[in-house]
């Protein structure tokens, strides 16, 4: 034929034919960057980046997306400048006049192979029982004077009930008999009649509908104006007439009961209806019919506000009402498709967009762009003079065939046979590898017989054959072969997921003839296995697996299931027939796992390992539901092997993913790992979990590991160690504040809560790992180390601004001070774990160990607080510094006014602001360390050394040198030595004179206080009591007695006492 297929193929493609003109066109506008071709039926303009082609063609909104798509292009974009701006400009040069489609950004796409997930709503239902004659609801809602109203209401009567029943009343304390609708069940008839009061006045049973159990809508509706009253039962008038008093209004301030008459306001109840109710609203408007086929649909009434919303939830119930939840039929969502509209532009002569219902038949722009074009040219060029094999070889079995200058919007059986059974004999004759123009024309020939009319009565082996030469020719596409080809076209085609894409569409279109006298078929190659299977759902409905091919690299199976639940769960909503669509591919990996084509975010890492990069690390298998001939949506559970393995030095960590086509349309679509979660990981194998059926794959995040094994154990061993010499010290450091008789002071109180925060976490952290195993009290563990790690750092926080409150300023009183500090200590952690458990308990917690889930926002509720806390310590410490070192100055000054004393300048200040630095630990400054503990295993050392054994740090500066414990135990040991001398001596009386033996004594006086102990020491007043000490040289060296000297009113009379040693 000359070329002649190959010419349509490209022309196509490129949007640019054999018949250019080979003279420029004239200049638009002065714009010397643009162009305008007249390529048949199309017009083209190139901006500075894009190209936009015009296609006078009408097809619809769905149509004119797949045939840009095989362009390798979009639809142009709503209120996007540079689109609108080549829009119009084309407008202009054809001179159309009719609206053209357009794609708002704003606005999420059409899915088409993706339905709704239920033709039925679960409503709030309530359940009138047959033993209660009091069971009602009453409305909350104030209902003011009506001159109209409507009441809408889905009702299931009780088949056992026969009895005149009360499905609504509305009663006002001057007229009771205001507004009410009664039922009673005809038994000859087998109907449900329906009658209206209005004013007291009794319409006829007139209206019905079947008594069998079903639900149905209800809809009444009366106005002031004219009398005017109308039933309407399942979306249908079925009585109306004039027969009320038109003199008045219905009265306001009234009671609406649901489920009872009033005989009285309020009261009374005489004619209980038996059954269920849902979905009841009420209007102060007469619905229009139109809006009661809405109502019917499931579909909420737009620019109509309600009295009483069903939503609203403002009902009082009797005990005897029960609220059980009910399915409700909406013959209207499966509609819903057909209802859309979709957004055009007006025309060339303005910027006006508008809605078009979506099956309505347009012209349309397609938009690609520039770089991508310029590609296709040069390659349709390169083919035009250099036809490749396999074009050689398709032109020669082609025939006189010119399938693809067909109709765009569709495809005769007989055409999509003979394109793709010369494809695949092409491919078959050619001996050489594909080129990348090969690839492109092979993609748009499976878009187009992708399409392929289903209105033919064929036999099934027919439409198996053709099935099994659609797979052939994709199989020989996505072929591994092929990678490098891949590679080169991935700048105009949008990558191997557009064969996937093309295969969705066939096996749908042709799944009801593939199957049409048989439960299942299965049709195989050597990178793909399609399988297209029906079952008929039952009470009992069994579940469905499908798993691809062995491999010889795997021992396991991919494989992909929908639980037997979800089966029962299609039966339950009406579903009879299901036919579950699954495909494999094995190839893909090797021609997606380009930086290009995968660009998720990586995982957070905790330091000991930096991300590379993304790869695709398994085949992909899909999914497609059908149920009674619509895609449904419904969770899938898929196990996929591990293609690569890990390497030594190197992680794969992996990652439930699929290919959403909606992403980034222009490049065909990217992954997403939306509603999808690992379950369990292996060494080869993942199992995932999503909740939506498409094409899934595992991306492995690979990660390089820095740091070792045995730094890991080290790190871990030394922690461990860390936390128990850490709490040990904690423990004796609170056992001496408690024993010693320390003097009690804020400070010491302090010091008690830190300690017992940081001595409880650090406990749970030893032993957290022994509850990982138990989700219940690993979630509690991981609770209480949030809690009490919280506490310990607030606490840290409470010793600097008590720091700050000693040294800076002193503003308030030690009681209030001391409430806010316990308000600041145990409250705001007590309050930020609650919050972080009550708004996100199900991602609270990590998934292998027992601590706050890092991949989440919910690790800020402990980072975000712990980092308030350093920087407040931060800015006291350096505050507290200043001030040190001021005041040591000004001192240096006072004792050595010359300036040859520096160094004793500096002695004095390196002596003050010593004891100010070694608070670095207990402020908690030393876990700024861990902002930078990713970036060495060094710093995971310094790290841990520091923080794991904050305990021991604590307890020596606490405890070993603290005065105030230190003198609290020499108090106690001179105590002790003091009682031991009594125990071991005889008294000797005497009287003190001039002539005392040579002995000496003196005043004892209190040693030098450290920063621990300066604000409680003292001079020695006259009401203090005074020792005196005695060293007697017939005892033995050194050995001194102390005497207490207490002062007494009058003339001092001193009696000492001594002892005489006595084989002591």
């Known amino acids: 034929m000359t070329g002649m297929l190959f010419i349509i193929l490209l022309a196509n493609a490129v949007v640019v034919s054999e018949n250019e003109p080979t003279q420029p066109q004239p200049e638009r506008g002065g714009q010397e960057s643009e162009e305008f071709r007249s390529i048949d039926s199309a017009l083209v303009h190139m901006t500075e980046d894009k190209v936009f082609q015009l296609i006078n063609a009408s097809l619809s909104f769905q149509w004119a997306r797949r045939f840009c798509r095989t362009q390798f292009s979009v639809l142009t974009v709503k209120e996007t400048p540079e689109d609108e701006e080549g829009a119009l400009l084309l407008l202009r040069e054809s001179r159309l006049q ?32 047959l033993e209660s004659t009091e069971g009602h609801a009453r409305l909350g809602t104030r209902f003011p004077p009506l001159q109209a109203v409507s009441v809408c209401v889905r009702i299931q009567w009780d088949l056992r009930h026969n009895q005149v029943s009360t499905i609504f009343s509305y009663a006002a304390s001057v007229f009771i008999n205001e507004f009410q609708l009664r039922g009673r069940a005809d038994g000859a008839d087998g109907q449900v009649l329906l009658a209206l009061i209005v004013h007291g006045h009794h319409c006829p049973y007139k209206a019905s509908f079947p008594n069998d159990g079903e639900w149905h809508q209800v809809c009444v509706s009366w106005r002031n104006s004219d009398a005017l009253w109308v039933i309407y039962v399942d979306g249908e008038m079925r009585d109306t007439g004039t027969e009320t008093d038109p003199t008045r209004e219905i009265h306001g301030e009234g009671i609406f009961i649901v489920g009872q008459d009033q005989d009285s306001f309020g009261g009374d109840f005489t004619e209980p209806f038996v059954g269920n109710i849902t979905d009841l609203n009420v209007w102060d408007v007469v619905l229009e019919e139109d809006q009661i086929q809405t109502l019917k649909a499931c579909w909420p009434l737009e620019n109509q506000d309600a009295l009483f919303s069903w939503n609203s939830q403002n009902l009082t119930l009797h005990p005897d009402v029960k609220e059980v939840p009910a399915n409700i039929y909406c013959p ?32 349309f722009i397609c938009r690609t762009s520039k770089k991508r074009y310029l590609i296709m040219k040069e390659l349709k060029e390169a083919q035009s003079s250099h036809p490749s094999p396999f074009m050689s070889h398709l ?102 997921m557009s064969v996937v894409r093309s295969i969705d569409r066939m096996v749908t279109n042709l799944n009801s003839l593939l199957i049409a006298d048989r439960d299942s078929v299965q049709i195989q190659s050597d990178n793909i296995r399609l399988q297209v299977q029906k079952r008929n759902l039952g009470e009992a409905s069994a579940s469905s697996n499908f798993c691809g091919p062995h491999s010889e690299n795997n021992t396991g199976l991919d494989c992909i299931s929908l639980s037997s639940q979800q089966m029962e769960e299609l039966h339950s909503n009406g579903f009879r027939e299901v036919t579950l669509l699954n495909t494999w591919y094995g190839s893909l990996h090797q021609l997606l796992n380009t930086e290009e084509n995968i660009t998720m975010s990586p995982d957070v890492s905790d330091g000991t390992q930096r991300y590379l990069g993304t790869v695709l690390g398994s085949a992909v298998i899909s999914s497609t539901v059908l149920g009674d001939g619509q895609p449904i949506s419904m969770p899938v559970h898929f196990q996929l092997q591990h293609i690569t393995q890990n390497p030594i030095g190197f992680l794969y960590e992996p990652m439930c993913a699929f290919w959403d086509f909606n992403l980034m349309p222009e490049d065909g679509g990217s992954w997403s790992s939306y509603g999808c979660e690992v379950l369990s990981a292996q060494e080869d194998s993942t199992t995932c979990s999503c909740n939506h059926t498409t094409n899934f794959a595992l991306l492995l995040q690979i990660y390089e590991v820095e740091r070792s094994p045995e730094d890991e154990k080290a790190l871990q061993m030394l922690t461990f160690i860390g936390c128990g010499i850490s709490l040990c010290g904690l423990i004796l450091t609170l056992i001496l504040f408690t024993a010693v008789g320390v003097p009690k002071s804020d400070r010491t109180t302090v010091h008690k809560n830190l300690i017992v925060a940081l001595a409880v976490a650090q406990l749970l952290l030893m032993f957290s790992d022994w509850a990982s195993t138990n989700h219940e009290a690993c979630m509690l563990v991981t609770a209480l180390l949030h809690l009490f790690f919280m506490a310990s750092f607030s606490w840290m926080l409470v010793e600097g601004l008590l720091l700050w409150s000693k040294v800076v300023s002193v503003n308030i009183s030690e009681e209030r001070r001391m409430r806010f500090y316990y308000a600041l200590g145990w409250g705001l952690p007590v309050v930020i774990v609650t919050v972080t458990l009550t708004i996100s308990l199900n991602k609270y917690k990590a998934d292998n160990h027992c601590w706050l889930n890092i991949e989440s926002d919910i690790i800020w509720a402990f980072v975000g607080p712990v980092l308030s806390v350093l920087a407040v310590n931060t800015v006291v410490l350096c505050r507290v510094v200043m001030v040190t070192v001021s005041s040591a100055q000004r001192r240096a000054k006072m004792l050595s006014p010359s300036t040859a004393s520096k160094l004793h300048t500096f002695d004095l200040t390196w002596a003050a602001t010593r004891p100010v630095l070694i608070l670095l630990p207990v402020l908690g400054l030393t876990w700024l360390c861990g902002v930078l503990v990713h970036t060495s295993v060094v710093v995971a050392y310094i790290f841990i050394i520091l923080n794991a054994f904050q305990g021991l740090y604590i307890f020596l500066v606490y405890a070993v040198y603290n005065s105030e414990v230190r003198n609290a135990i020499k108090r106690i040991q001179e105590k002790r030595k003091a009682l031991s001398f009594t125990n071991c001596s005889q008294p000797i009386g005497f009287l003190p004179s001039q002539r005392t033996p040579a002995a000496f004594w003196a005043q004892s006086m209190p040693t030098p206080s450290s920063l621990e102990s300066s604000e409680i020491s003292s001079p020695i007043t006259s009401t203090t009591s005074s020792s005196l000490v005695f060293r007697n040289e017939s005892f033995r060296k050194n050995s001194f007695v102390s005497f207490s000297l207490k002062p007494t009113s009058g003339n001092q009379v001193v009696e000492l006492t001594a002892f005489k040693p006595s084989g002591c």
């Open 98 to 129: 009719e609206p053209i489609w357009v794609i708002d950004p704003n606005q999420p796409l059409i899915r088409e192979s993706v339905a709704v997930s239920k033709q039925y709503q679960v409503l709030r239902t309530l359940s009138f029982s």
């Open 332 to 363: 209207g969502i499966l509609r819903q498709r057909a209802r859309d509209e979709c957004d055009v532009l007006e025309g060339w002569t303005s910027h006006i967009y508008s809605k078009q219902p979506c099956s309505k038949e347009l012209p």
């Open 395 to 496: 032109m020669q079995d082609s025939g006189d065939s010119q399938v693809m200058d067909e109709p765009l919007a569709g495809i005769t059986w007989v055409q999509a046979s003979h394109l793709l059974n010369v494809s695949r004999q092409a491919l078959s004759e050619t001996r050489e590898p594909l080129e990348p123009t090969d690839v492109l024309s092979l993609v748009q020939i499976l878009s187009r017989a992708a399409e392929v009319s289903t209105l033919a009565n064929k036999s099934q082996p027919a439409v198996e054959l053709l099935s099994q030469h659609f797979l052939t020719v994709a199989d020989n596409i996505v072929s591994s072969d092929n990678a490098r080809m891949w590679n080169v076209v991935k700048e105009v085609a949008s990558g191997p």
